[in-house]
């Protein structure tokens, strides 16, 4: 039975795994059950939620990839349904701890005479110091004395306390932040670094328009240009300049035709929410950037009214 549950959810997977649009929602629909149902299912058999089980399954399937063709990591990203390439390396690394750069390296080392190092396993949750801390004191209680027993006791209440001061004060922060945003600069995949003024002309344009939804905090484009060349996550970037949602893209080129990817991720959470792609002709550039600049703002503004009438 939980086999069989595990083998249809990946099969599900597997069968829209270049689907980038594909999530919780519609692999909820067409497992025929419930969201809370899968998700206490899931939550027992694997400690994950839907939406890392999803991630993970479309990761562990990209892994099977490099190690068996020659495809460049950014077009298996697009084959697995990461429409951002970099998005995808960070996943990666994340589940793996190293980047999928380095996969077919490590393969051929394995498999040489040079070391016997083999491919590590997708990385396993660690507990937490005070979490080892307090397994170590639970196992050697018998052999505490009073004292040192009323000593931790007084310790752990003081760290609840401190823990419940920070948890209100960092959500406090976040709920001032909400339905703020910064808009990154684009990522630029072509060889031609003048395409870097194309992707900042559409950047731009969007940002112009966002700037008429009037609920929405938009971090200005000066502080925003200081994360060019950045090497953080959403998160780390939102935490710094406290907003709620960045929003990413990259700007892919070839011949006369052009691949634009856009993506919102929930800073807080660090989870990709929401995205689009564009693939446009570019025999009138002006109406390409305009297209998407006016485009962007609808959807962004009707995926916040959804969000809203959701919670």
């Avoid at 919780?24 to 899931?42: D, F, Q």
């Avoid at 429409?83 to 999928?100: D, I, L, T, V």
Wanted: aromatic fraction near 12%.
């Amino acid at each position: 039975m939980e086999s069989s549950f595990l083998n249809k959810l990946t099969e599900i997977v597997h069968n829209n795994l270049s689907n980038d649009r594909f999530g919780v929602t519609e692999l909820v629909k067409e497992m025929g059950m419930s969201r809370s149902l899968i998700y206490r299912h899931l939550k027992k058999l694997t400690n994950k939620s839907i939406s890392q089980f999803l991630r993970n399954t479309r990761l562990e399937k990209a892994m099977e990839m490099l190690l068996n063709t020659d495809e460049p990591a950014s077009e298996i990203a697009f084959r697995v349904g990461f429409s951002s390439p970099a998005y995808f390396n960070h996943c990666f690394h994340e589940h793996y701890g190293f980047p999928p750069g380095e996969v077919r390296k490590r393969a051929l080392h394995l498999n040489g005479t040079e070391t016997t190092t083999s491919i590590p396993e997708p990385k396993a949750e660690q507990s937490s110091l005070s979490e080892t801390t307090y397994g170590k004191w639970k196992r050697n209680k018998k052999k505490l004395s009073g004292y040192i027993f009323a000593f931790v006791v007084l310790l752990s209440f003081v760290s609840f306390l401190v823990y419940l001061v920070y948890f209100v004060a960092l959500n406090n922060k976040w709920a001032k932040a909400e339905k703020s945003i910064i808009v990154l600069p684009f990522k630029n995949l072509s060889d031609d670094p003048v395409n870097e003024y194309f992707a900042d002309g559409i950047r731009e344009d969007i940002l112009n328009n966002l700037y008429w939804i009037t609920s929405l905090r938009i971090v200005s484009n000066t502080t925003a240009e200081n994360f060019r060349e950045y090497k953080l996550t959403a998160h780390e970037i939102a935490h710094q300049i406290n907003v709620n949602y960045v929003l990413e893209g990259s700007v892919r080129r070839y011949s006369n035709n052009v691949r634009i990817n856009i993506q919102l991720i929930d800073a807080k959470s660090d989870e990709h929410l929401w995205s689009d792609s564009f693939d446009r002709d570019l025999s009138d550039i002006i109406h390409v950037q305009n297209e998407i600049a006016c485009r962007l703002p609808i959807n962004l503004k009707r995926f916040f009214l959804t969000m809203k009438s959701g919670r």
